[in-house]
């Protein structure tokens, strides 16, 4: 197979300045692609910003010959958002590539999570999503060309203890991401969501030593296939987590028709309602409500009821 490559390309990498995204930043960097380094270099938690990590990304790709100009301005607002993408377009004239993995952590039960600190998670990878994908967008669009990936979790599908700002935020990204699938179509727009799972500063305090080795450097591959022009796929969710690499669906069962439902018809039915034989998975192009409920009406039908 040929090299794939991205020349001529230019790509927004939010909090590419350490773990996850820096690897993510020079990977595409070897491969042809201009950079934008975005990072506020703040804190775990969110605090103290520091232009060095971003500065420090952008010295490695030009000492190994790429293109890269770091951009400080924080993802968790509208303006932020706004000046990230134009940063790149007053440089570079164009946004082919954003990926979306700034992120922070602050941690809280259920019982005893501050709003200042959920609200903080939510700002930045959530919202934060939000105001840099819909800056680029437009501009993507006209373009006719644009690859998104959104960073998710693994506690944005399942959960996790402690950080429901988190889990909440994660999983917001199927969404957004389902979303630019549908308005991005027309457009050679393709987004898409990776699952990662490795050994950053995020990690710290993980036992994995029972577990393969978690490199960022091994999600970086999956990431990058994701934003080469050449990715067939929109809509999707990959796990890349110790060398094992995945896709994660959105299933439904195939349910049970009745015009009429009483409680006491969806308890006795709950088996049936339950049952995994026969599981739906949506193609990214059956996503439209439209025809969700076309298939619904299609099972009503077959049904006989
Ligand atoms: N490491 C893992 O195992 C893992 C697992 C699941 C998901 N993730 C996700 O992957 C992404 C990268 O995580 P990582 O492990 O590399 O963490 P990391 O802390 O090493 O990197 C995150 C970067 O985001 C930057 N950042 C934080 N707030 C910002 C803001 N407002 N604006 C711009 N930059 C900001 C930080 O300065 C930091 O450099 C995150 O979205 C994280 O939630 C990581």
């Keep these: 197979m040929d090299e794939y490559r991205y020349d001529g390309r230019v790509a927004v990498i939010t909090g590419a300045g350490r773990g996850l995204g820096r690897c993510y930043a020079e990977l595409l960097a070897s491969r042809g692609c201009k950079i934008v380094v975005n990072d506020n270099g703040s804190t775990i938690v969110g605090a103290d910003t520091q232009e060095s990590p971003a500065d420090e990304v952008v010295n490695a790709i030009k000492a190994a010959g790429g293109e890269a100009f770091a951009c400080t301005e924080s993802v968790a607002t509208e303006a932020g958002g706004q000046a990230i993408i134009q940063a790149a377009l007053d440089t570079w004239g164009r946004v082919d590539i954003l990926i979306h993995n700034a992120g922070n952590v602050r941690r809280g039960s259920m019982s005893d999570m501050l709003y200042e600190d959920f609200c903080s998670v939510i700002d930045v990878h959530l919202m934060g999503a939000y105001h840099v994908t819909r800056a680029a967008f437009p501009h993507m669009k006209a373009n006719n060309y644009g690859r998104v990936v959104l960073t998710s979790s693994i506690g944005g599908i399942y959960g996790n203890y ?48 029972q577990y393969p080795p978690m490199e960022p450097e091994k999600v970086a591959p999956v990431v990058a296939w994701l934003c080469h022009e050449n990715c067939p796929v929109s809509g999707e969710m990959y796990f890349s987590v110790a060398g094992r690499v995945a896709r994660a669906l959105i299933a439904e069962t195939p349910g049970l028709y009745k015009s009429d439902w009483t409680i006491e018809d969806v308890a006795s039915n709950v088996d049936t309602i339950r049952a995994t034989e026969d599981l739906w998975m949506l193609a990214p192009e059956d996503f439209a ?6 298939k619904s009406f299609a099972i009503a039908k077959e049904q006989g009821q």
Excluded: W
């Excluded at 950080?163 to 457009?187: P, Q, R, W």
């Excluded at 990776?194 to 994995?208: F, H, K, Q, S, Y």
């Excluded at 409500?289 to 076309?294: E, I, N, T, V």
């Design 162 to 209: 402690d950080v429901v700002n988190y889990s909440m935020a994660k999983a917001a990204m199927i969404g957004l991401s389902n979303v630019i699938t549908l308005e991005g179509k027309e457009h050679n727009i393709k987004s898409n969501i990776i699952l990662p799972g490795a050994v950053t500063r995020m990690a710290e305090g993980l036992d994995i030593s």
């Design 289 to 294: 409500f439209g025809q969700h409920l076309g």
